[in-house]
């Protein structure tokens, strides 16, 4: 093996007791961070994300409240819960789990959080301040991955081409946009892109958010290339793999991420930043 590993649970253990010190010093505040939970519907997937976030939290110190609503809950209902939770003083971050039930519109439920409490990033007016270079909340899988490149020195991107394979509203677009603001020259493929490995050979950074296994194989990467795989697919052996050929890139490429232990441990710690930082402002 060549590549150099990101390793994604050391660098979030290392993450998290940052935010563990930051909340003992808010709590000397009279402020304990505080983030709710809401899962509709009994999704067995869904239930271990609430249960590792709400664990992650408790962790590192925080208030967390998890909701669990029966499928049959109304998209009024859900609301209504969400109008409540934006009032209640001790919630400082709102996380709706999902996919909702499909009589649940997904999107005007993210949009009645408030962008205050928007600890997940998915609201319009979080990915507007990250177009627009102004404060809000950052989504958490692609803010994971800068941290990542960060770790490895990877801080201001000039001079770097990086590509993005996959344009999703909660990972592709925003890593576009948050190498744009690190300064990297941005490459954005989907599955219209013509020729993908042509992009990718050119790349110093590549990121593969697609969900399917070996979209980026060794062929298709340039020697000493960082890559990031957000993919989460499962193997022939009902393993957990990425979107990432990893036993051939890694001969390649100069840095990689494992999956698992890459970029998923570090968006559970980006969700606990990212509650932090509410609190803290809410706090003043
Ligand atoms: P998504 O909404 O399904 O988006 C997939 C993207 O991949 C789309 O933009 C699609 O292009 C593109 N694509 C599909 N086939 C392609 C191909 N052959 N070549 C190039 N691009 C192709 O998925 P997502 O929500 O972004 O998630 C992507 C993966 O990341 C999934 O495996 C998901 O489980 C994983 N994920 C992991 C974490 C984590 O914490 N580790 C968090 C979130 C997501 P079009 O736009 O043209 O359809």
């Not at 239930?47 to 992650?56: F, G, M, S, T």
């Not at 999107?107 to 600890?119: C, F, Y």
């Amino acid at each position: 093996m060549t590549a150099q590993l990101i390793d994604g649970n050391a660098l979030s253990r290392q993450l998290r007791s940052e935010v563990a010190q930051r909340a003992a010093a808010l709590k000397t505040r009279g402020t304990t961070p505080g983030l709710a939970v809401i899962l509709v519907g009994d999704n067995p997937a869904s239930q271990v994300y609430v249960r590792n976030k709400v664990k992650a939290c408790e962790d590192v110190g925080f208030h967390s409240v998890l909701e669990k609503y029966d499928a049959s809950m109304t998209e009024a209902e859900l609301l209504a819960r969400v109008e409540a939770l934006n009032n209640d003083p001790s919630i400082h971050g709102i996380l709706v789990q999902l996919p909702l039930p499909g009589h649940i519109d997904d999107h005007k439920v993210i949009e009645t959080i408030s962008p205050l409490k928007d600890v997940d990033g998915f609201h319009v007016a979080s990915a507007g301040a990250l177009m627009v270079g102004e404060i809000g909340f950052k989504a958490c899988t692609p803010y994971g991955c800068m941290k990542m490149l960060e770790s490895i020195g990877m801080k201001d991107l000039r001079g770097k081409h990086a590509v993005v394979i996959g344009r999703s509203n909660i990972v592709g677009k925003p890593m576009a946009m948050m190498l744009l603001a690190a300064n990297a020259t941005v490459t954005v493929c989907h599955s219209g892109t013509a020729d993908l490995a042509a992009m990718t050979r050119q790349a110093d950074i590549v990121v593969a958010a697609v969900g399917k296994r070996n979209v980026l194989t060794a062929d298709m990467c340039k020697s000493g290339a960082v890559v990031i795989d957000v993919g989460m697919n499962r193997n022939d052996e009902g393993k957990l793999c990425g979107d990432v050929d990893f036993d051939g890139v890694k001969e390649v490429a100069g840095f990689i991420t494992p999956v698992p232990g890459g970029v998923g441990p570090m968006t559970i710690t980006m969700l606990l930043v990212n509650t932090m930082e509410a609190a803290e402002r809410s706090a003043g």
